[in-house]
Structures are given as C-alpha cells and as structure tokens.
C-alpha cells in the first residue's frame, strides 16, 4: 500500500488525496466515514477530497437505500487526468510565451537598479554562458586562454557553448592573454576579430565580456565563479575600456575570423 501511495504522489497527487484515493480503490463502493477510517485522514477532509475527485472524473456516487455511496472509477482515467494536466501545461507554456517579452523587457528596462548575480562552479558558469548565448548583439571580451585550459572538468560545456556562438553567428571583438602567441588555440568562431596581449606585460586572468546590458565576468583561479551585473551604466563604461585595451593592443598580432 505504501507504495502504491508513494506512486501516486509522484503523479501529483497530495499524501492526504493519496490515502483518500487508495482507501477508496481498495474499499469499493463505500460510505464516506468508510473512506475516512481506511485512509487515516478525518471525515472533513475525507469529504473535501471525494468531491475534488467527483469533479475531476476519478470518482461517483450513489444512493443505496437512503445511504450514499462513494465509488472510485476505473484506475486508467488517471490517464485521462494525467492528458489534461499535459493540455493545460502546454496552454499555459503558450501563454507564458506571449508575455515573456514583455517581462524581459521590464527586467532590463532602463532606470532599474542593476541586477547582480553570482554563480560559482561548472555548473553555475554554464548557466552565465547560457545567458551570454540568449543576450543579443555583439560583444567585447577579453580572456585568459591560460586559465580557460587549465580546467578540465570545464571542456565539455566550453564546446557546447562555442558551438551556440557559432550558430548564432555574432559579430565580436577578442582579446586573447597568452604567453605566446598562437591562434591555434583559440577556438575559432567566425564573424569576429582576435587580438593578442601577451601574459608577461598584462598579467590578467579570468575572463570579462559586454553584451547588450549586461556584464559577464567570470574567474578561474582558485575556484570557478562567476558574476553577471545588468545595467546600461556599467555596461557601458565597461563597454569603453575594453574598447580603450582593444585600440591599445593594436600593436599586437590580430586576426580576423
């Protein structure tokens, strides 16, 4: 029986209507105080059960003499419910659709405090980067290809993501910090230009971005973290000194993709 109760509350149900359910399953028609005593659960809310499961199909009733009797219907019009549930998600998932960009647009509006988030691990950067993937527009960064190929646990997610950006197809402006020079390492996205600084005059590490609204910044030293700030303002001014590195790395190699 404890199963069985544990498996219907997988399907939604509540621990209370699963006892209810159950009782009456393996009572066959019954009184309500019948119902109630089998389930555990007080006659109240026995019967504020038994009516949520008439309305839904699952259950009946009748009189038997001046007696009324409560009968769960046959087991698969769960599945019955279980489509409905699926039908109503769906129209829901459409609606929610229709407005979210009109939430979106609330969400990055202009005169809004900036919106600071902090992930940390493989999993938290892979969500920052899912998010640098959905925001439009090009972009500028810079990063440490040292730091970037020193976390191997990281790999498998950095190719999902470059393989996003490929499909996107973005225009962007790169700088690389290395040691040496050598653009073979740097996976190749097209649609963009790659500039080089050399790891011995610019020791940075880490890896920070602009796109639209939104800063991306992200270490990974000591352990993997990552910050996103929304804003125009901050946005902007660190849209400018990436672009003050870029004409400042104009005497370095670049490459255009």
Not at 108 to 129: C, D, F, T
Not at 189 to 204: A, N, Q, R, T
Request: hydrophobic fraction near 40%.
């Amino acid at each position: 029986m404890e199963d069985l109760v544990h498996e219907l509350m997988h399907l939604g149900f509540s621990d209370k209507e699963a006892a209810v359910y159950f009782a009456a399953l393996s009572l066959g028609p019954a009184a309500a105080q019948d119902i109630a005593r089998r389930s555990g659960i007080n006659r109240a809310t026995t019967y504020v059960l038994i009516d949520s499961f008439i309305k839904k199909g699952l259950m009946s009733t009748f009189l038997k003499g001046k007696k009324k009797y409560f009968n769960i219907e046959a087991p698969d019009r769960l599945l019955s419910l279980i489509h409905l549930q699926k039908h109503e998600l769906e129209e829901r998932e459409k609606s929610f659709l229709l407005f979210l960009p009109q939430l979106l647009a609330v969400y990055h509006s202009e005169g809004v405090k900036p919106q600071i988030r902090y992930l940390e691990g493989v999993e938290g950067i892979s969500s920052l980067m899912k998010l640098f993937e959905e925001t439009p527009g090009e972009f500028i960064e810079f990063v440490s290809i040292d730091d970037v190929e020193k976390v191997r646990g990281f790999f498998q997610h950095r190719t999902k993501h470059l393989e996003n950006l490929r499909q996107h197809q973005a225009t962007y402006r790169l700088l690389a910090v290395m040691k040496d020079l050598d653009f073979s390492r740097i996976p190749f996205v097209p649609g963009g230009e790659v500039g080089f600084l050399s790891v011995d005059k610019f020791p940075l590490h880490g890896d920070i971005s602009v796109r639209g609204n939104t800063v991306f910044m992200y270490s990974f030293q000591e352990q993997m973290i990552g910050v996103i700030i929304t804003s125009s303002d901050f946005a902007n001014t660190i849209r400018q000194l990436l672009n003050l590195a870029w004409e400042g790395a104009a005497s370095y190699p670049a490459e255009k993709r």
